[in-house]
């Protein structure tokens, strides 16, 4: 089991280009499972261990993890024996009958239109750093990027002519993503000040990054975190925004007027529309909206139409 988890890690590294985070993950779920198979004195021989063994493994997981947490643990260990399987290792996967635990999926959390507005325009500070702050909320809510994609842009990613920006997302993939008229004119400006941020006037430690910290360095998640947070603090939006809450904003919006959810999923780098779709159910009001506009029925009272609404949200909800 070592030597094949040595061999999986490798390969989602470096052939498969799961991100550091992902193969760290499944490298401590299957290092837990090795432990389990030695402390209940089970064969190490991967060809030796059925699904009887998994379903062991995840049992005791229930009373310290979230149900999310064992699916995620669980997607490692299928990901691992169907490399196995696929490399002649074993002839099936242990894995592939277990069930995942049931997942209460979490809505996507989002502003209104008005508090991005709000996040995105109001009173920031007249500095260098201020005009980066600036432009990464203006790209993070425009664009729909991931804050780990927008920490990961370089100067050569973004073209301000063509209104683009060209990102990598999960798995290496790469996507071509549209910068609306704020974000060019913020990015701009950011540009013009962008090596006045670097306060430590030393060699700077990624030249190449769009977005820099005050000693040269390549800004990281945690601090686009906190930035995004205490601005959400400071226009009194709510108790603290999320990079990822401007991201599902960019996606509920343009689903609201009137978007196709292909599009959608290209834009924000899904990689199956079932992730996209999470955002229709924010998007009652534009439903019916539409609805009355289009429907020759339509014209009703407003008892009538508290109804409606009221039964298709029904409808969504028994649907998830």
Same mark, same amino acid.
């Given at each position: 089991?070592?030597?094949?988890?040595?061999?999986?890690?490798?390969?989602?590294?470096?052939?498969?280009?799961?991100?550091?985070?992902?193969?760290? +993950?499944?490298?401590? %779920? !299957? /290092?837990? #499972?090795?432990?389990? *198979?030695?402390?209940?004195? =089970?064969? @190490?021989?991967?060809?030796?261990?059925?699904?009887?063994?998994?379903?062991?493994?995840?049992?005791?997981?229930?009373?310290?993890?979230?149900?999310?947490?064992?699916? +995620?643990?669980?997607? %490692? !260990? /299928?990901? #691992?024996?169907?490399? *196995?399987?696929?490399?002649? =290792?074993? @002839?099936?996967?242990?894995?592939?009958?277990?069930?995942?635990?049931?997942?209460?999926?979490?809505?996507?959390?989002?502003?209104?239109?008005?508090?991005?507005?709000?996040?995105?325009?109001?009173?920031?500070?007249?500095?260098?750093?201020?005009?980066?702050?600036?432009?990464?909320?203006?790209?993070?809510?425009?664009?729909?990027?991931?804050?780990?994609?927008?920490?990961?842009?370089?100067?050569?990613?973004?073209?301000?002519?063509?209104?683009?920006?060209?990102?990598?997302?999960?798995?290496?993939?790469?996507?071509?993503?549209?910068?609306?008229?704020?974000?060019?004119?913020?990015?701009?400006?950011?540009?013009?000040?962008?090596?006045?941020?670097?306060?430590?006037?030393?060699?700077?430690?990624?030249?190449?990054?769009?977005?820099?910290?005050?000693?040269?360095?390549?800004?990281?998640?945690?601090?686009?975190?906190?930035?995004?947070?205490?601005?959400?603090?400071?226009?009194?939006?709510?108790?603290?925004?999320?990079?990822?809450?401007?991201?599902?904003?960019?996606?509920?919006?343009?689903?609201?007027?009137?978007?196709?959810?292909?599009?959608?999923?290209?834009?924000?780098?899904?990689?199956?529309?079932?992730?996209?779709?999470?955002?229709?159910?924010?998007?009652?009001?534009?439903?019916?909206?539409?609805?009355?506009?289009?429907?020759?029925?339509?014209?009703?009272?407003?008892?009538?139409?508290?109804?409606?609404?009221?039964?298709?949200?029904?409808?969504?909800?028994?649907?998830?």
């Amino acid at each position: 089991m070592d030597q094949a988890t040595t061999l999986y890690l490798t390969y989602i590294e470096h052939e498969r280009r799961f991100s550091h985070r992902t193969v760290e +993950a499944y490298g401590s %779920a !299957l /290092r837990e #499972f090795c432990r389990f *198979l030695e402390e209940k004195d =089970l064969s @190490d021989d991967p060809a030796g261990i059925d699904s009887t063994h998994v379903r062991a493994y995840l049992a005791g997981l229930y009373e310290r993890n979230r149900p999310s947490s064992i699916a +995620a643990k669980l997607a %490692a !260990l /299928r990901g #691992f024996f169907s490399y *196995l399987k696929k490399m002649g =290792l074993i @002839d099936s996967s242990p894995a592939a009958a277990v069930r995942t635990p049931r997942v209460k999926r979490k809505m996507p959390g989002f502003v209104s239109v008005d508090e991005a507005s709000r996040l995105a325009d109001v009173d920031w500070e007249d500095s260098p750093a201020g005009a980066r702050d600036k432009a990464m909320v203006e790209v993070l809510y425009g664009s729909g990027l991931r804050v780990s994609e927008l920490c990961a842009l370089d100067l050569d990613s973004i073209d301000l002519d063509s209104k683009s920006v060209r990102v990598k997302g999960k798995g290496g993939k790469e996507r071509l993503v549209p910068l609306g008229r704020k974000a060019v004119e913020a990015l701009d400006s950011h540009l013009r000040q962008r090596e006045a941020v670097v306060v430590v006037k030393n060699k700077m430690a990624h030249p190449e990054a769009l977005f820099l910290n005050r000693s040269g360095g390549r800004l990281s998640v945690r601090s686009v975190q906190r930035m995004v947070a205490r601005r959400g603090i400071q226009m009194a939006t709510r108790e603290a925004v999320h990079p990822h809450s401007l991201r599902h904003s960019c996606a509920t919006h343009m689903l609201d007027g009137g978007a196709d959810l292909r599009v959608i999923q290209e834009l924000l780098g899904h990689a199956s529309l079932s992730t996209t779709q999470r955002y229709t159910h924010v998007s009652i009001d534009g439903l019916m909206e539409v609805y009355d506009k289009a429907h020759p029925k339509a014209r009703q009272s407003d008892g009538e139409k508290r109804e409606k609404e009221g039964a298709v949200k029904t409808r969504l909800r028994e649907k998830k």
